[in-house]
């Protein structure tokens, strides 16, 4: 029943305004290897970057999702692709960028990796141990450089302070059309839980949503890219 359930919403749920629209979403968070049985990562949960691949889907548009592990089920009718590291989130990303009209990059990705990654299992010693870190790439700022006429770039931005200063700073740096910001101190917004609080940051305006649902988001997200794109 679920099965039919979703081919009936993919055919009714919603006007099919993204129809003819390659849309790349990227999702929750990525893991760096220390060693066989340890890794640095983060407590994005992925839920809002499969929020939007499903709006989109259901939209009409052709939904490609570049997400790192997740507990939650990727929606039905878009096309997956797993990856663990920054560096194959890259990779795949990379890969589809030329045929994608508008990407957005919910993705918590690493900013560092360990340096060294070691074959076996490192051995507790008595004493302290340090992990040197490196910068792994940009993949926002790698698809800012490259962005060719047409395509829509929208990131999100995570902050406890300085959200909008901050986010605006990425705007430029990166070359994006829209930064998606949430603080992550306030109520109801952030990683885990099933609401965000966000604000739309382009290059002319601030929109501030009110609390709502992740699937109310992306929502909200996609209507807001639809109108920047037909105001260029
Ligand atoms: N991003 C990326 N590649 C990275 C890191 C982040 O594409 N290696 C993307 C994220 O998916 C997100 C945006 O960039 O859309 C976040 O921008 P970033 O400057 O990385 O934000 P923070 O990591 O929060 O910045 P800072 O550490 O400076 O606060």
């Known amino acids: 029943?679920?099965?039919l359930l979703a081919y009936i919403e993919r055919e009714t749920a919603c006007e099919k305004d993204l129809k003819g629209k390659k849309i790349l979403v990227t999702a929750g968070p990525t893991q760096e290897a220390i060693d066989p049985?340890?890794?640095i990562t983060n407590h994005s949960s992925?839920?809002?970057?499969?929020a939007i691949a499903e709006n989109a889907m259901l939209r009409g548009a052709d939904v490609t999702l570049v997400t790192g592990p997740c507990a939650v089920e990727p929606p039905m009718f878009v096309k997956v692709k797993p990856v663990i590291s920054a560096q194959d989130m890259y990779e795949a990303v990379t890969e589809e960028y030329d045929q994608t009209d508008i990407v957005i990059m919910t993705a918590a990705v690493a900013d560092y990796r360990p340096k060294q990654v070691s074959d076996n299992k490192v051995k507790k010693k008595d004493d302290r141990v340090s992990i040197e870190l490196e910068r792994t790439d940009d993949i926002l700022k790698y698809l800012g450089q490259h962005k060719k006429d047409g395509q829509f770039l929208c990131g999100f931005s995570m902050?406890?302070?300085n959200m909008i200063g901050n986010s605006r700073v990425k705007l430029t740096r990166k070359n994006l059309d829209m930064v998606a910001a949430n603080n992550v101190?306030?109520?109801g917004a952030g990683f885990q839980g099933d609401t965000n609080v966000l604000t739309l940051i382009t290059q002319d305006e601030e929109v501030s949503l009110p609390l709502m649902s992740k699937e109310d988001a992306a929502g909200k997200i996609l209507d807001k890219i639809l109108l920047e794109r037909v105001r260029r």
């Open 46 to 50: 992925g839920k809002m970057g499969y």
């Open 185 to 187: 101190k306030m109520a």
């Open 1 to 3: 029943p679920e099965t």
């Open 159 to 161: 902050e406890t302070q």
């Open 37 to 39: 049985v340890r890794y």
